[in-house]
């Protein structure tokens, strides 16, 4: 199976068909997905900055010219996520699009003070330039096909999950690429302290698991056992992985607030 024993950020992938014209470009350890329309591609993140050669290498070994990525679309403002982002742009011409919270850090290449990792995302990503930012709801449409945009801030203020149909034999599914769901932060980061952010994370969770999603995806292979799901060994169709996958993350988000509990 691709990347057996291996899950770097930065450890090379062969490219993966996903369904219809949607394919994994990613890494190992991280996920960057193409979609081929009529008018274009779009490309969902980039991986690190150390990744994006990795990522074009993908794309040309599919037979697609990276100038003919048009999108790119933003999971979170992430240097493991986006750090790549600006190198693409440079070299595709694409446009980016991002959430509203998430725009001003892939803007600037630095994280938010408020974000729980803050201290530990030491590795600045390379401003980006961002040309439209979405409302939850909101979408870029590329050869007919729609990519629309899902606030869901659990992992990040700026969280952003992103679906679109896809077509294969008659048959029509969506994906959905679901953003990350882990409960992480710097070690003298309370959440019991940010009862908003603790919300913000609870209503994230809820809009994860109200997805549409026959196909999920997400920014990290190994939380939906994607090389599994595209290889064979699992089944790739699920329409309750959204919902299992938020699911997981409620728990870590609960068992943390536990944790943080005076004498635990």
Same mark, same amino acid.
């Given at each position: 199976?691709?990347?057996?024993?291996? *899950?770097?950020?930065? *450890?090379? &992938?062969?490219?993966?068909?996903?369904?219809?014209?949607?394919?994994?470009?990613?890494?190992?350890? %991280?996920?960057?997905?193409?979609?081929?329309?009529?008018?274009?591609?779009?490309?969902?993140?980039?991986?690190?900055?150390?990744?994006?050669?990795?990522?074009?290498?993908?794309?040309?070994?599919?037979?697609?010219?990276?100038?003919? %990525? #048009?999108?790119?679309?933003?999971?979170?403002?992430?240097?493991?996520?986006?750090?790549? %982002?600006?190198?693409?742009?440079?070299?595709?011409?694409?446009?980016?699009?991002?959430?509203?919270? &998430?725009?001003?850090?892939?803007?600037?290449?630095?994280?938010?003070?408020?974000?729980?990792?803050?201290? =530990? =995302?030491?590795?600045?990503?390379?401003?980006?330039?961002?040309?439209?930012?979405?409302?939850?709801?909101?979408?870029?449409?590329?050869?007919?096909?729609?990519?629309?945009?899902?606030?869901?801030?659990?992992?990040?203020?700026?969280?952003?999950?992103?679906?679109?149909?896809?077509?294969?034999?008659? #048959?029509?599914?969506?994906?959905?690429?679901?953003?990350?769901?882990?409960?992480?932060?710097?070690?003298?980061?309370?959440?019991?302290?940010?009862?908003?952010?603790?919300?913000?994370?609870?209503?994230?969770?809820?809009?994860?698991?109200?997805?549409?999603?026959?196909? %999920?995806?997400?920014?990290?292979?190994?939380?939906?056992?994607?090389? &599994?799901?595209?290889?064979?060994?699992?089944?790739?169709?699920?329409?309750?992985?959204? #919902?299992?996958?938020?699911?997981?993350? =409620?728990?870590?988000?609960?068992?943390?607030?536990?944790?943080?509990?005076?004498?635990?």
């Amino acid at each position: 199976m691709a990347c057996a024993g291996r *899950d770097g950020w930065s *450890d090379p &992938a062969p490219p993966m068909h996903v369904h219809g014209q949607t394919w994994y470009v990613g890494t190992c350890g %991280i996920t960057v997905v193409l979609v081929n329309t009529k008018a274009g591609l779009a490309l969902f993140d980039s991986g690190p900055k150390e990744a994006a050669p990795l990522v074009l290498a993908n794309v040309r070994a599919l037979g697609f010219d990276p100038t003919r %990525i #048009k999108w790119i679309f933003s999971t979170h403002e992430h240097f493991d996520h986006g750090g790549g %982002i600006a190198v693409l742009e440079k070299v595709t011409g694409a446009r980016l699009a991002a959430g509203p919270f &998430a725009a001003g850090a892939l803007s600037t290449g630095k994280p938010y003070p408020d974000d729980p990792q803050f201290t =530990l =995302l030491t590795t600045m990503m390379l401003p980006a330039r961002v040309d439209r930012v979405l409302a939850d709801g909101g979408a870029v449409t590329l050869g007919g096909k729609a990519f629309t945009a899902h606030s869901t801030p659990a992992h990040s203020p700026g969280s952003t999950s992103w679906t679109w149909r896809s077509c294969e034999q008659g #048959k029509c599914l969506t994906i959905a690429l679901a953003d990350s769901v882990n409960v992480v932060s710097a070690d003298e980061y309370r959440f019991t302290d940010h009862p908003a952010r603790v919300a913000s994370m609870r209503a994230g969770l809820d809009k994860v698991s109200a997805l549409p999603c026959d196909i %999920i995806l997400s920014p990290h292979p190994s939380k939906v056992n994607n090389f &599994a799901r595209l290889s064979g060994k699992a089944a790739l169709v699920d329409a309750d992985a959204c #919902k299992t996958y938020s699911a997981a993350g =409620l728990a870590q988000l609960e068992k943390r607030l536990v944790k943080e509990k005076p004498g635990k």
